[in-house]
């Protein structure tokens, strides 16, 4: 038998001192970043920042972490909702990663298997070669 049991995990990332906890993957949350993600190329880096933070952090935390609005600092918005966006994906990732991690041992596994019948091959290819 195998055993699907699943929990999430609740990912809380800390900007200035203070944690906060990630938006839980959902088809609504989702269904928020496809739109955010549709409309970006219409956004300023401001309203990019702050709508993919408010997404995933929520409105409260976002007034918390940027309270100077429109005079924030660009670049720390963006580094903080790059880390966010990264944050909400870490959980997804690490499956990703276990999922790619399976591929390649099986196909070591069969490069191990397959590497006597290679070498098996060169040798009479290379016997062929000094023959003529």
Known sequence: M???S???????????GEEYAIAERTP???????????????MS??????NLCR?????????????????ENLNRMYYIA??????YQAEYQEMRDKEYEDTLNKMDKLAER???????IDRANT???NRR
């Not at 397959?114 to 070498?119: F, L, Q, S």
């Open 2 to 4: 195998i055993d699907l």
């Open 6 to 16: 699943y929990e999430p995990k609740k990912v809380m990332v800390r900007i200035d």
């Open 28 to 42: 609504e949350i989702d269904k928020k970043l496809q739109a955010h993600n549709e409309h970006i190329d219409s």
């Open 45 to 50: 880096s401001y309203e990019s920042s702050m």
């Open 55 to 71: 997404i995933l952090l929520g409105d409260e935390a976002v007034k918390k972490i940027f309270p100077n609005g429109e005079k």
């Open 82 to 87: 790059r880390g966010v966006d990264d944050a």
């Open 114 to 120: 397959t590497k006597p019948v290679i070498d098996m």
């Open 127 to 129: 016997n062929r070669r």
